[in-house]
């Protein structure tokens, strides 16, 4: 009787063992089943496929007038499956890779050896070299575990122009600098690949064929920029920075101020977009790094400058909109050599023989601070801040380039009387160069803003219009409010026209042609003893196409740093090729 109950209970035990073990099971396959489900689903896919990355053809980068300053050449890339390749022939293999493709053969041979189904030997190599290979593969017999595969280089065939605007692509097509990093989304196009279903161990199966995904070409962008200003104004920037010792370098904008197009935005020093990578070998890892940095920046776009004499354009601006003062009222002013601010004397630059008598004219002709200081006063902390936000220096312009710095000021409520005076004569607050340009453009305009711009069309390589053609999509100018009236505008382009005929600005004159600017001079930081010296101003004056901005970083040069003799002959230079380039009418009068 005992032993016919032990029996049962160890048989009740067993059924009870078993049932657990059954739920637990189904439990452990429910879980694989429904929540690991999908893992294992894409490792198993992984395990017995074997996928090559095929890159994309990276988009043309066209000129305004269509000449190329971007575009993807084919090449091709070589990578090994090492599982594939015979034991007997890893080093005979290992070996002529690295002969053909003058490779370390220690390296090599470590990843033909490698327990992996992907191994990447060299990349973006020309058609001849990988044509070697193809030869020694069929002479030895070698029809798998060596892959060739189309790839594409990034080439710019002239090398340094527009460097800074342009920008470069990494090794893996990706952009790294310029327009080439702000518009990677349109220009990167979507990379192909090519699978092949594997065993277990990676060998393969007959009657499986590789399955090829084509890759998706990326969009051409066609810049504002025009290849012929942009090399003018380069070549007028590197002789004036090496002429005049510049040790910081410079910058060049042209700009269209009727649309905002920049026609050329030049920096120097540049460097070559072919071999950007490029430096002094001598020099310590940290030392080549600094160095690329300074070659690959955009200055006129990321670095801020206090802007001196030039700004008061805008001081100018605000108090003729305001009826605060008038162009030609003769004796308006009085110039002693400085003016009295809240107990402070501010220094005319000509303190020594003041200029007496002038009218607004002959004030901003004679570059005589006491008189915009004066003006500034009379505007008001308030009322100027309001000119300084409807010019657009509260806020980037908003450019399409990385890295676009923002002007610095005080806050409006810190600002006191000699705050004020100093601003209204361009000292003691930065702004960028393209902020500058932006505002002459806006006076230029008519007084209306106008936003800058560098690409004006994106072109399609994977969608067609209705009419089978590529699509285009066109980067319409953008405008904002109106700053001064038409006749304020007119006003200081009258006054700008005589500062070139007969003030600070003469080294700007070309004949032929009403052109008006202003010079600047001022501290490149405070008790630095650098300067920066800059001219900006447009032409014509009647009706103004092009604004040209010259900014040059402490020219240290027999010539001085002062703007009317440094860096206004530049501008009288790059104006006298690129109106008749642009077809500008010359007026007979200024002949």
Avoid at 205 to 215: F, K, L, R, S, V
């Amino acid at each position: 009787m005992i032993g016919r109950l032990s029996v049962k209970k160890r048989m009740k035990n067993t059924i009870f063992l078993s049932v657990i073990l059954m739920i637990t099971l189904l439990a452990r396959i429910g879980y694989i089943q429904f929540i690991q489900g999908n893992e294992l689903k894409e490792k198993a896919y992984a395990q017995q496929t074997s996928d090559r990355i095929v890159s994309s053809k990276r988009g043309t980068i066209y000129d305004s007038i269509g000449t190329t300053l971007a575009v993807s050449s084919t090449v091709e890339t070589v990578t090994v499956n090492p599982t594939h390749i015979k034991d007997e022939d890893k080093e005979k293999v290992a070996q002529k890779l690295s002969e053909i493709f003058e490779l370390d053969y220690e390296t090599v041979l470590k990843r033909v050896k490698k327990r992996s189904s992907i191994e990447t030997i060299v990349r973006k190599v020309d058609k001849e070299k990988t044509n070697i290979l193809r030869e020694w593969m069929s002479e030895n017999n070698i029809t798998e575990g060596i892959n060739i595969d189309e790839d594409s280089k990034r080439y710019y065939p002239l090398n340094n122009l527009a460097s800074q605007v342009i920008g470069f692509c990494g090794s893996d097509n990706q952009g790294l600098n310029g327009i080439e990093a702000k518009y990677d989304e349109y220009l990167k196009g979507k990379a192909g690949s090519i699978s092949k279903v594997t065993d277990a161990s990676g060998g393969t199966i007959e009657d499986n064929p590789e399955e090829y995904n084509e890759p998706q070409d990326g969009d051409d962008l066609v810049l504002t920029i025009d290849a012929t200003i942009q090399a003018i104004a380069e070549k007028y920037l590197k002789e004036a920075c090496i002429d005049n010792v510049c040790t910081d370098g410079g910058n060049v904008i042209i700009m269209n101020p009727k649309n905002g197009d920049i026609l050329a935005l030049a920096g120097y020093p540049d460097y070559n977009l072919n071999d950007p990578f490029a430096v002094d070998e001598s020099l310590s890892k940290e030392e080549q790094s600094t160095q690329m940095q300074k070659l690959w920046r955009n200055k006129a776009i990321s670095d801020t400058y206090e802007p001196g004499s030039t700004f008061k354009l805008v001081t100018a601006s605000a108090a003729l909109e305001e009826g605060i003062t008038t162009p030609d009222k003769e004796g308006e002013f009085t110039c002693i050599g400085y003016i009295d601010v809240a107990g402070v004397k501010m220094k005319c630059w000509r303190y020594y023989r003041p200029h007496g008598s002038e009218s607004l004219r002959q004030a901003l002709m004679n570059s005589c601070n006491p008189v915009f200081i004066g003006l500034g006063q009379k505007l008001g902390v308030h009322k100027y801040y309001e000119y300084l936000n409807k010019f657009g220096f509260f806020k980037t312009t908003g450019i399409d380039l990385p890295g676009e710095a923002n002007s610095i000021f005080l806050k409006e409520e810190k600002v006191g009387p000699v705050e004020l005076g100093t601003i209204a004569f361009g000292q003691r607050f930065e702004v960028t160069p393209i902020q500058m340009a932006t505002m002459l453009s806006t006076i230029a305009n008519g007084g209306v803003y106008t936003k800058p711009r560098l690409v004006k069309q994106i072109i399609s390589n994977s969608e067609v219009d209705e009419n089978g053609n590529k699509k285009v999509t066109n980067i319409e100018p953008e405008y904002g409010d109106r700053v001064i009236s038409k006749e304020t505008a007119k006003n200081i382009l009258s006054m700008m026209y005589t500062v070139v005929d007969e003030g600070t600005g003469k080294n700007a004159k070309v004949a032929g042609y009403s052109i008006g600017g202003k010079t600047g001079t001022s501290e490149d930081g405070v008790n630095t003893g650098k300067y920066v010296t800059s001219f900006i101003g447009t032409a014509p004056i009647e009706d103004p196409e092009v604004v040209v901005l010259i900014t040059l970083y402490n020219p240290t040069g027999e010539g001085g740093h002062q703007g009317g003799g440094v860096a206004a002959p530049v501008a009288g230079q790059i104006f006298s090729e690129i109106l008749p380039y642009l077809e500008v009418q010359k007026n007979e009068e200024e002949n």
